[in-house]
Structures are given as C-alpha cells and as structure tokens.
C-alpha cells in the first residue's frame, strides 16, 4: 500500500513549508512500511529452505522410518541441524531489530576497549586451535568507548568469526588495535577468499551472502555484518571493508574515544 502525499498550496509560504514537512515525513513512512514489507519477504524465503528440508526428512521417516534405522537416525540428525539453524536465524533477526537505536537502552554504557579486544583475540585463540591468531596492540593504557560492553563483544566476535569461516586455505587472522586523537580502530584481517570488487558493497545488506551454499554449510545466515553494521552506526561508530579476491580481508571498525583511564581509575566512575 502507499501513503498519498498532499498537494502544496499556492500562496501562502508558510503553509507550504509545512506541506513540505509533513509530505517529507510521509516519504519516510513510505521508506519504512517498504523496508518492512522487504523484511518479511526476506525472512520468508530464509525460513522456507528450513522448513522444507524438515518437511522432507519427515516424509521419508513417516514412509520408511520404522523399517530403516539407518533413514531413522539420518532423518532425525538431519532435522535437528535444520532446527538448530532455524533457531540461530530466529536469534539472529531479533539481534537485528534490536541492533539499531540501542545507544537508547544504554546511554551510560561505557567500555574499555582495548580490555575486551584482548579478551576476544584470547577467546578466539582458545576455540581455533588449527588457526594462528596474532595481535598488534598499540594502546598504552585502558581507552574507553561509549558503547554496551556486550555490543561491542558482539561486533568484534562477529568479525573474527567471519575472519575463521572464510579463510581456510591460509588459516591467520591478526587483530590489530589502535587509535588516533580522536578514534580508537580495532582491525580484523584474513588472508582467505577474499571478496570481489562488485560484491565488497553488499556485504553489510541483510541475508546477502556471497556463496550461499557455502554460507549455509558453515552455519552463516547473511546477517552477522548487518547485525555489525547496526551497532556500529548506533553507537556513532564507523565501519568499513577493504579486500583483493583471493588474498584475504580486512574489517575495520572504529569508536570516538570517551578517555583513556589514568592509573586508579576505573570504568564505573565514569558510568555513574
Ligand atoms: P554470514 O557469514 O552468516 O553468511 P555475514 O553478514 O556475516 O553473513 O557476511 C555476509 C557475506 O559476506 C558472507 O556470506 C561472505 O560471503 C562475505 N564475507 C563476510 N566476511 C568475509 C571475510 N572475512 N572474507 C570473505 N568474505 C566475507
């Protein structure tokens, strides 16, 4: 459906101008009802590979499960695994629609940034054995960024993950943190696939993958960047992709920095 815009008086400026505010406001609701109306289709189709595949494993179980324990217990792996990607989609589209404004919900919060970046890269390292991870921290002392401490985790591990599930021939990942006067920059590079020039905008759109198939075998919804891309910008971030096909990636995102805290200080005096 559209929203009808109202037709501009002729004389009196005033009046137009308000004509004009107001048609603005209606172009915006437009933008929103279309963006939605897209969202559902998006979702729709997401959801119907799922529910397919189930319903297909259901058939089988229903003709020949009794008989095969073999179609048993494939059918019933297979199902659950489509159930436990259904799961992380429902998850992942409610972080989505939580992502934007959430500076809101949080306006205190505040993060040590180089702390939880140290923590991510140790984190990483743990549960990717077969990688090699390497750090390159340049900040002397704890720098503060205004964001929930969870978001700002989130991002980063969102990075990182992508980092691992697109770079397997050459398995390194190097987190390189820094900063400026003004900005503090945590990078993640790969040295994997990489991403082509006609794709490299795409990549924060939601549900875009650049090889489904590929995508979904690693557990990938196309949502991860988006979800990034929502906090970043929420919290007055900045983020931004760099890449050559076949030679890797490199993820950079970037926060004003609040303070650096002196020797004594701590993070809580600044939330309260
Ligand atoms: P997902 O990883 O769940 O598919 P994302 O939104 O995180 O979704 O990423 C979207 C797409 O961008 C991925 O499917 C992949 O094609 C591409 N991409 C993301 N990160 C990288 C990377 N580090 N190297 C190469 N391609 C990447």
Known sequence: QSVERIAAPQRNDELADLTNLFNDMLDRMQ???EQQEEFVEDVSHEL???VAIIEGHM???NRWGKDDPEILSESISASLQEITRMKSLVQEMLDLSRAEQVDIHYPNAMTDAKEVANQVFGNFKLIHPEFTFTLDDDLKAPTVIKIYRD??????IILMDNAVKYSQKRQEVHLSISR??????????DFGEGIAPEN?????NRFYRVDKARSRDKGGNGLGLSIAQHLVESYHGGIRVESVLGSGAIFRVSFPI?????PGESLLDLEN
């Open 180 to 189: 400026d006067e003004r900005n503090v920059e945590i990078a993640v590079q």
């Open 258 to 262: 609040v303070k650096t805290l002196e």
């Open 48 to 50: 119907r590979t799922p």
């Open 59 to 61: 058939q089988m179980l």
């Open 151 to 156: 978001h700002f985790e989130q991002i980063l």
């Open 200 to 204: 490299i905008d795409r990549v924060f």
């Open 31 to 33: 933008r929103y009802i």
